[in-house]
């Protein structure tokens, strides 16, 4: 029999082939979905490439029409028996995959802050997910819209099992052998990942918290923008010293730009971002810094549940707050 992978971002699809060699599986299917952003989809179409799959399927992003795509390839999905079936997230279109083929096991690939949100509410608080018409349009058709399965998990958090369900520790064990030994560069740079930071910090704020960083650490930071993060946003940053500060794309995901390119880093930070606990795993003398976006009146309506769980899950002792850098 087959494994199928749902996948709709390169650190899902980083967590698939880390899932792929845990549990040496073979015959393994990939659907990719609406990966259609330019630089997630070079990213994506980069990652794809370092693993030999039976089979790749594509769903495009789009309206109408489209809907009886999803249905035809659910439905040549349904032809086949699955060992397992590994999804990311709980979206119309992966809970259709997932509650109608046939598997032995379903499984949760990590996606950031998501993961922590759907396995408290979910998985350990058992509530059921909201349906809404696009999950009904399915119904219509004759396919089901609730997933019946045990969801186990294949994860970097330390999440307890309950109901029975299995969670499986993702170490990064592959992209740690197959890299690793040749790690030799350890620079003395500080790295920042960049997130899209919408409404929840000014760009002035944000600015203001670089410069702190640089100030606090005397090291030249190395800023590496989040795919989505505006130009605006980043344009905003550009002021700062160049001999201390430098916006670097990276064109890959960080964890993997850092193997590739046999970097070992001392000191990264973020405000949120799962490379910091993808990069705590893969280089245990690395330096990692979580730096909390209080929360305030003026966000208070962008600070999502996810990002409150986010840094409960974290921890107070691991996180940085603004006072902390002099702000």
């Known amino acids: 029999m087959s494994n199928l992978f749902v996948i709709g971002t390169p650190l899902q699809l980083i967590n698939a082939i880390e899932a792929i060699e845990y549990f040496n ?5 990939l659907v990719l979905i609406n990966v ?33 795509k999803y249905f035809s390839i659910i439905r040549n999905l349904q032809k086949q028996k699955y060992n397992n079936v590994f999804v990311a997230k709980l979206d119309s279109i992966s809970m259709a995959i997932a ?34 018409f696009k999950e009904f349009r399915f119904l219509l058709l004759g396919l089901k819209v609730k997933i019946r399965d045990k969801v186990n998990l294949f994860t970097y ?15 990064m064990t ?20 960049g997130q899209p930071l919408n409404e929840l910090i000014s760009r ?25 993060e505006s130009d605006v946003s980043l344009k905003n940053l550009e002021g700062m010293t160049k001999s201390l500060f ?18 070992y880093p001392s000191n990264v930070f973020s405000f949120y971002s799962t490379a910091l606990a993808t990069i705590e795993l893969i280089y245990d003398k690395c330096n990692i810094y979580y730096i909390k976006i209080p929360q305030n009146q003026s966000n208070k309506k962008y600070y999502t549940l996810d990002l409150r769980q986010y840094y409960e899950h974290i921890g107070s002792n691991k996180l940085i707050m603004l006072k902390d850098i002099g702000l």
């Open 99 to 132: 509650a109608n083929t046939h598997k032995e096991k379903l499984f949760l690939l990590d996606d950031g802050s998501l993961t922590i949100s759907i396995y408290k509410k979910y998985i350990l608080d058992g509530c059921q997910v909201t349906y809404r």
């Open 36 to 68: 259609s952003k330019a630089k997630n989809k070079e990213q994506v179409d980069d990652i794809v490439k370092l693993y030999s799959w039976k089979k790749i399927v594509e769903i495009k992003n789009g309206k109408g029409l489209n809907f009886f």
């Open 174 to 193: 592959y992209f740690k052998s197959k890299y690793i030994s040749t790690t030799k560069n350890k620079n003395d740079y500080i790295y920042f990942i």
């Open 25 to 29: 599986l073979k015959n393994n299917v």
């Open 204 to 228: 002035e704020l944000h600015k203001k918290i670089i410069e702190k960083i640089i100030i606090k650490n005397n090291k030249k930071m190395i800023y590496i923008p989040h795919r989505e």
């Open 246 to 263: 430098e916006i670097r794309d990276l064109g890959m995901p960080v964890e993997l730009y850092f193997l590739k390119n046999s970097i």
């Open 157 to 171: 958090y330390d999440l307890e099992p309950v109901n029975g369900n299995e969670v499986i520790k993702n170490s």
